[in-house]
T-cell receptor, first 111, second 113 residues
Framework: SQKIEQNSEALNIQEGKTATLTCNYT??????LQWYRQDPGRGPVFLLL?????KEKRKERLKVTFDTTLKQSLFHITASQPADSATYLC??????????FGTGTRLQVFP | KAGVTQTPRYLIKTRGQQVTLSCSPI?????VSWYQQTPGQGLQFLFE???????NKGNFPGRFSGRQFSNSRSEMNVSTLELGDSALYLC????????????FGPGTRLLVL
């Protein structure tokens, strides 16, 4: 069956450390993958998109990698801050115009 | 530029009723997608409209329907509500859809009693 898996347990890290979130998928061949941030009571906010032919993408303190052999994307936040605390969602598209989302990982950054 | 707006923000209905939710996309955006978000299933794609036509559909029963108007505003309707329809309903807009940033609205929280 098709699955997108993100760590269901919350990730707790100390301010200043690098947070690494994982997105694994099964039985999909995504054309691209996106990462979103969602705060409680709000809609998701787009962060980064990485295409199947790209290995890595960076934006300020954010970095995303995409390994189509491992069927995995990693999302890194360097020098994390308490304001980075939120739920992070990965989503993929197989060129069908349907974004399929993972269930998200809650990140908590404590001072 | 104003963001995506959704109305109403909160709604309480009883089983068997129907409900209509509204979404106004960012000005100039022609693609509007709808999602259902629940704690158990996460964010699930309902359908996408582009230039007043349904371009894509997720795996939801026919009780879930939608439409898009010429000004790109979109509505979704759920008929014969069930308890399991309680969820946060999100809409997202983009200029043309594929491979583009989806801008989400704040959602409509629907509670079915």
């Amino acid at each position: 069956s098709q699955k997108i898996e993100q760590n269901s347990e919350a990730l707790n890290i100390q301010e200043g450390k690098t947070a690494t979130l994982t997105c694994n998928y099964t039985n999909y061949s995504p054309a691209y993958l996106q990462w979103y941030r969602q705060d409680p009571g709000r809609g998701p906010v787009f962060l980064l998109l990485i295409r199947e032919n790209e290995k890595e993408k960076r934006k300020e303190r954010l970095k995303v990698t995409f390994d189509t052999t491992l069927k995995q994307s990693l999302f890194h936040i360097t020098a994390s801050q308490p304001a980075d605390s939120a739920t992070y969602l990965c989503a993929l598209d197989q060129n069908t115009d349907k974004l399929i989302f993972g269930t998200g990982t809650r990140l908590q950054v404590f001072p | 530029k104003a963001g995506v707006t959704q109305t109403p923000r909160y709604l309480i209905k009883t089983r068997g009723q129907q409900v209509t939710l509204s979404c106004s996309p960012i000005s100039g955006h022609r693609s509007v997608s709808w999602y259902q978000q629940t704690p158990g299933q996460g964010l699930q794609f309902l359908f996408e409209y582009f230039s007043e036509t349904q371009r894509n559909k997720g795996n939801f029963p026919g009780r879930f329907s939608g439409r898009q108007f010429s000004n790109s505003r979109s509505e979704m309707n759920v008929s014969t509500l069930e308890l399991g329809d309680s969820a946060l309903y999100l809409c997202a807009s983009s200029y043309a859809g594929r491979e583009e940033t989806q801008y989400f609205g704040p959602g409509t929280r629907l509670l079915v009693l």
